[in-house]
């Protein structure tokens, strides 16, 4: 169950969104807000990681749902409010997973 803790919910939520409706077009993009937000959490050495970065935007328990691999459960819906909704949850989870090059880097490297 996800409990409520404001102000991370409405970060995660801006995010995610943000990711979906391409105003952050990659993930490193969500890396440097996350970095611009000085109470979002960080590690030891005060980073945020990218690979907590890739967890967040692949995370469907912001949908609502929970999914485990390892108990064989997918999309279960939970007893928690959903921060997103699941069609900006698949919005973001449709997007290519390359390292942030543009579609034009991307053609003119073929």
Not at 73 to 82: D, G, K, M, S, V
Request: hydrophobic fraction near 30%.
């Amino acid at each position: 169950m996800l409990i409520p803790n404001p102000p991370f919910d409405g970060i995660i939520r801006e995010a995610v969104e943000g990711y979906a409706s391409r105003r952050f077009e990659t993930q490193a993009e969500v890396k440097r807000f996350f970095e611009s937000l000085p109470d979002f959490p960080r590690n030891k050495r005060g980073e945020v990681k990218q690979q907590r970065v890739t967890d967040i935007l692949a995370q469907p328990v912001y949908t609502g749902h929970f999914c485990s691999e390892t108990y064989g459960i997918h999309w279960l819906t939970a007893q928690h409010e959903p921060l997103i909704s699941l069609e900006t949850f698949e919005k973001g989870a449709s997007k290519p997973r390359g390292h942030g090059e543009s579609s034009e880097t991307q053609e003119y490297r073929r």
